[in-house]
T-cell receptor, first 112, second 110 residues
Framework: DSGVTQTPKHLITATGQRVTLRCSPR?????VYWYQQSLDQGLQFLIQ???????AKGNILERFSAQQFPDLHSELNLSSLELGDSALYFC???????????FGPGTRLTVL | GEDVEQSLFLSVREGDSSVINCTYT??????LYWYKQEPGAGLQLLTY?????DMKQDQRLTVLLNKKDKHLSLRIADTQTGDSAIYFC??????????FGTGTRLQVFP
């Protein structure tokens, strides 16, 4: 158990819909990262938040957005879903500048 | 640029050593990581090495870093069937994000 939790574990929805994925970082970690794992793209960095503020942005689509709340949990919002958005979405957390970067169990999103 | 490369497959006999290799391109890496992913599971942090180190050993795992050649390797001693998984190399840039390789599928046969 990495200490990073993600809900839900599985999500099945239809094209055009909107979903929210939730992540709680390890106790004490201020940084939260979101990654997408798909068969064709591999593991791709989406976005990072540090203590409530956006720190870095990767290959995140405009249809996707994220935020980190005062209690440090984070949500990733995916809208106008397309078939190609089907993937595993991971959240990770770390201490700023520290070496350890732990991943949650992931949310498997299936868009039908 | 940001690019991390790994070979796709490795097959070893149980009890032998496995060596998984990785090359990266960004010299601003602060840490380099090895993660393990079993089927249907998340990413498990196996070990990591700070970029100014050459080697790190942790039980059956040995990480070697050649910073000049931007080459990272993971050696698993006495490989077991439970080690069968996909192994991802990743570099952490000074922006804190991780850049992952494509993963190496390790198959251990008896």
């Amino acid at each position: 158990d990495s200490g990073v939790t993600q809900t839900p574990k599985h999500l099945i929805t239809a094209t055009g819909q909107r979903v929210t994925l939730r992540c709680s970082p390890r106790s004490g970690d201020l940084s939260v990262y979101w990654y997408q794992q798909s068969l064709d793209q591999g593991l791709q960095f989406l976005i990072q938040y540090y203590n409530g503020e956006e720190r870095a942005k990767g290959n995140i689509l405009e249809r996707f957005s994220a935020q980190q709340f005062p209690d440090l949990h984070s949500e990733l919002n995916l809208s106008s879903l397309e078939l190609g958005d089907s993937a595993l979405y991971f959240c990770a957390s770390s201490v700023e500048g520290g070496g350890e970067s732990y991943f949650g169990p992931g949310t498997r999103l299936t868009v039908l | 640029g940001e690019d991390v490369e790994q070979s796709l497959f490795l097959s070893v006999r149980e009890g032998d050593s496995s060596v998984i290799n990785c090359t990266y391109t960004d010299s601003s890496s602060t840490y380099l990581y090895w993660y393990k992913q079993e089927p249907g599971a998340g990413l498990q942090l196996l070990t990591y090495i700070f970029s100014n180190m050459d080697m790190k050993q942790d039980q059956r795992l040995t990480v070697l870093l050649n910073k000049k050649d931007k080459h990272l390797s993971l050696r698993i001693a006495d490989t077991q069937t439970g080690d069968s998984a996909i192994y991802f190399c990743a570099e952490r840039l000074n922006t804190d994000k991780l850049i992952f390789g494509t993963g190496t599928r390790l198959q251990v046969f008896p």
